[in-house]
């Protein structure tokens, strides 16, 4: 985001015009304390770097906005039910944590995609938290306590560190720099695995607590015919419209990105 602004700001454009457009796509996983701290240590976070490094003027450009989903890999095949709890404790960190919207993802995504039952049961989730906990009706509210303020700062600072590596290796559209981020993920995925599989990091019903449990929803299985359905349909899109109007459409799209 801090390399398109920098872009648009080569290319004379405002950075007040661009920043309160732009937002983000977050993950929340499952340290709960962690993930709140992570959230709200990225929105002050990028309020400074807007407000003092870049010197945006509009408080709507200081403004953080996310979207978030929670973590996918945290869905396990292993008494999945209990996927169900930490669906709605990732949720609970992101909305502590301040985002603006929300996905929390279904019991069965361990597995495939969700089906209706499980999906309703997620929205439910969502509701629930928003609705019934009353968690959503103050702004930050977990500010002020010690460790959730101590863990904020401590998670700003370890990525203005990160920040700094990546100013001095270049910018973003480095390749250098995609390929030490990616590999910097990676690296953390492989740790993370490591420790759950010696059981250094306590999964339920993965590494501790282990036993047969039966699942009470179908798992969803591909239509055989969906994939070629799909294309029916895809070509007769193409077939039927307009195609002077679509490379007019096309033209003006690329026109604007350049």
């Known amino acids: 985001a801090l390399a398109v602004i920098k872009g648009c700001g080569e290319r004379g454009i405002d950075v007040d015009e661009i920043a309160p457009r732009i937002s983000f796509f977050l993950n929340s996983h499952r340290d709960f304390f962690e993930e709140v701290a992570k959230f709200r240590a990225m929105r002050r976070l990028w309020a400074r770097i807007l407000r003092e490094d870049i010197g945006a003027k509009d408080p709507r450009s200081w403004?953080?906005?996310?979207?978030?989903?929670?973590?996918?890999?945290?869905?396990?095949?292993q008494q999945p039910l209990v996927n169900i709890v930490r669906g709605t404790l990732h949720g609970l960190a992101a909305v502590l944590g301040g985002c603006q919207s929300l996905h929390i993802n279904s019991a069965d995504e361990g597995f495939a995609i969700p089906i209706e039952e499980t999906a309703k049961l997620s929205l439910r989730t969502h509701q629930v938290i928003l609705e019934e906990s009353g968690v959503a009706d103050t702004i930050d509210p977990l500010a002020g306590s010690y460790y959730v303020e101590w863990l904020t700062n401590k998670l700003e600072d370890e990525a203005r560190k990160i920040l700094g590596t990546i100013d001095s290796m270049g910018d973003w559209w480095d390749l250098k720099v995609r390929e030490w981020v990616s590999r910097g993920i990676a690296d953390s995925s492989y740790r993370f695995q490591q420790e759950v599989e010696k059981g250094d990091r306590v999964t339920i019903g993965v590494n501790k607590y282990v036993e047969e449990a039966k699942y009470p929803f179908p798992i969803w299985r591909e239509d055989k015919d969906f994939i070629s359905k799909q294309l029916k349909r895809l070509n007769r899109v193409?077939?039927?419209?307009?195609?002077?109007r679509w490379e007019q459409a096309s033209n003006a799209l690329r026109d604007a990105c350049k």
């Open 63 to 77: 403004q953080m906005r996310f979207h978030c989903q929670t973590s996918g890999d945290a869905m396990t095949h």
């Open 238 to 244: 193409k077939d039927q419209r307009d195609m002077k």
